[in-house]
């Protein structure tokens, strides 16, 4: 692969930040881990003498790199990383710069399957009873299985409580539409939209996610639960207890957001799981 000397990675990194390839190819929520993505990348391949000259990538120095990223990360961030990678250097081809895509090997990352956790409804009612803001967001968590990231940008005008729906911008700005609980209704009719525009929020913005994991750890330590407690655990709840309620899975695919049914059929394996831990613990032959 040549060497192309007269650019340096600073321009064009500034250049992909700015342009549309980025929006389209990505959500604004992964805006920011997708920048350290490219500087993670443009650290490894800067030339020792210039710090900023666009060096020549050749495959063994693609290799090494490749490799310090398998033993290094775990699955999932070595995937996302050369995913910023492919679109990044496609946006460079595009734009008149070389072809960095031609004779580079993109490794094939074998991702661990893990079962997602889950509550039980017992642990789930336990969790929902928490009062105020943090009681209402798990509620809404849990009746809309959406994302942390969803619920922050969650405004008062995406509900509209004449058709009993509510709006979700998910990832990658796609839009899906939720029933609206009538407990979460119920709830929701307590807290005045004066505060803020957004449902969980104050005057000066949008809930800060940190916040809520902080009230879900608090809520761990005060109930006793003996499971990791997170927003993102009372979305695989909801999926697997409707599944253990007899919920077709393409519906749970669409209240998730999954644009592919293989992603919702994680959720197959952990009710099976559930049913056979019920089955030995209750069942007189088992």
Same mark, same amino acid.
């Given at each position: 692969?040549?060497?192309?000397?007269?650019?340096?990675?600073?321009?064009?990194?500034?250049?992909?930040? +700015?342009?549309?390839? %980025?929006? @389209?190819?990505?959500?604004?929520?992964?805006?920011?881990?997708?920048?350290?993505?490219?500087? +993670?990348?443009?650290?490894?391949?800067?030339?020792?003498?210039?710090?900023?000259?666009?060096?020549?990538?050749?495959? @063994?120095?693609?290799?090494?790199?490749?490799?310090?990223?398998?033993? @290094?990360?775990?699955?999932?961030?070595?995937?996302?990383?050369?995913?910023?990678?492919?679109?990044?250097?496609?946006?460079?081809?595009?734009?008149?710069?070389?072809?960095?895509?031609?004779?580079?090997?993109?490794?094939?990352?074998?991702?661990? =399957?893990? %079962?997602?956790?889950?509550?039980?409804?017992?642990?789930?009612?336990?969790?929902?009873?928490?009062?105020?803001?943090? &009681?209402? %967001?798990?509620?809404?968590?849990?009746? $809309?299985?959406?994302?942390?990231?969803?619920?922050?940008?969650?405004?008062?005008?995406? *509900?509209?409580?004449?058709?009993?729906? *509510?709006? *979700?911008? &998910?990832?990658?700005?796609?839009?899906?539409? *939720?029933?609206?609980?009538?407990?979460?209704?119920?709830?929701?009719?307590?807290?005045?939209?004066?505060?803020?525009?957004?449902?969980? &929020?104050?005057?000066? &913005?949008?809930?800060?996610?940190?916040?809520?994991? @902080?009230?879900?750890?608090?809520?761990?330590? +005060?109930? +006793?639960?003996?499971?990791?407690?997170?927003?993102?655990?009372? =979305?695989? $709840?909801?999926?697997?207890?409707?599944?253990?309620?007899?919920?077709?899975?393409?519906?749970?695919?669409?209240?998730?957001?999954?644009?592919?049914?293989?992603?919702?059929?994680?959720?197959?394996?952990?009710?099976?799981?559930?049913?056979?831990?019920?089955?030995?613990?209750?069942?007189? =032959?088992?």
């Amino acid at each position: 692969m040549a060497k192309t000397s007269s650019t340096v990675w600073s321009n064009w990194i500034e250049r992909f930040l +700015k342009s549309r390839s %980025l929006e @389209k190819s990505f959500s604004p929520h992964t805006h920011r881990a997708r920048v350290l993505d490219l500087e +993670k990348f443009s650290d490894e391949f800067k030339s020792d003498k210039f710090k900023t000259e666009l060096v020549e990538i050749n495959s @063994k120095s693609w290799a090494h790199f490749c490799r310090n990223l398998v033993l @290094k990360l775990k699955p999932a961030s070595c995937e996302r990383i050369l995913s910023t990678i492919r679109v990044f250097f496609r946006f460079i081809h595009d734009e008149g710069g070389p072809d960095l895509l031609s004779g580079l090997s993109f490794p094939r990352i074998r991702k661990e =399957r893990k %079962l997602p956790r889950v509550l039980s409804f017992e642990e789930t009612l336990s969790a929902l009873k928490a009062e105020g803001m943090p &009681g209402l %967001l798990l509620e809404f968590l849990y009746c $809309t299985g959406a994302r942390i990231s969803e619920a922050t940008q969650l405004r008062w005008s995406d *509900i509209d409580f004449s058709r009993r729906m *509510i709006l *979700i911008r &998910g990832k990658g700005r796609k839009e899906r539409s *939720i029933p609206l609980a009538i407990v979460f209704e119920l709830r929701l009719r307590e807290f005045s939209r004066d505060h803020s525009v957004f449902v969980f &929020g104050t005057a000066n &913005g949008p809930l800060d996610p940190r916040l809520a994991r @902080k009230w879900c750890r608090d809520l761990e330590s +005060k109930l +006793k639960i003996p499971k990791h407690l997170h927003p993102h655990l009372f =979305r695989h $709840t909801m999926a697997t207890h409707l599944l253990d309620q007899g919920a077709d899975l393409r519906f749970i695919q669409e209240l998730l957001g999954h644009s592919s049914l293989s992603t919702t059929q994680k959720y197959l394996s952990v009710s099976k799981s559930r049913l056979m831990k019920v089955f030995d613990e209750s069942h007189p =032959r088992a």
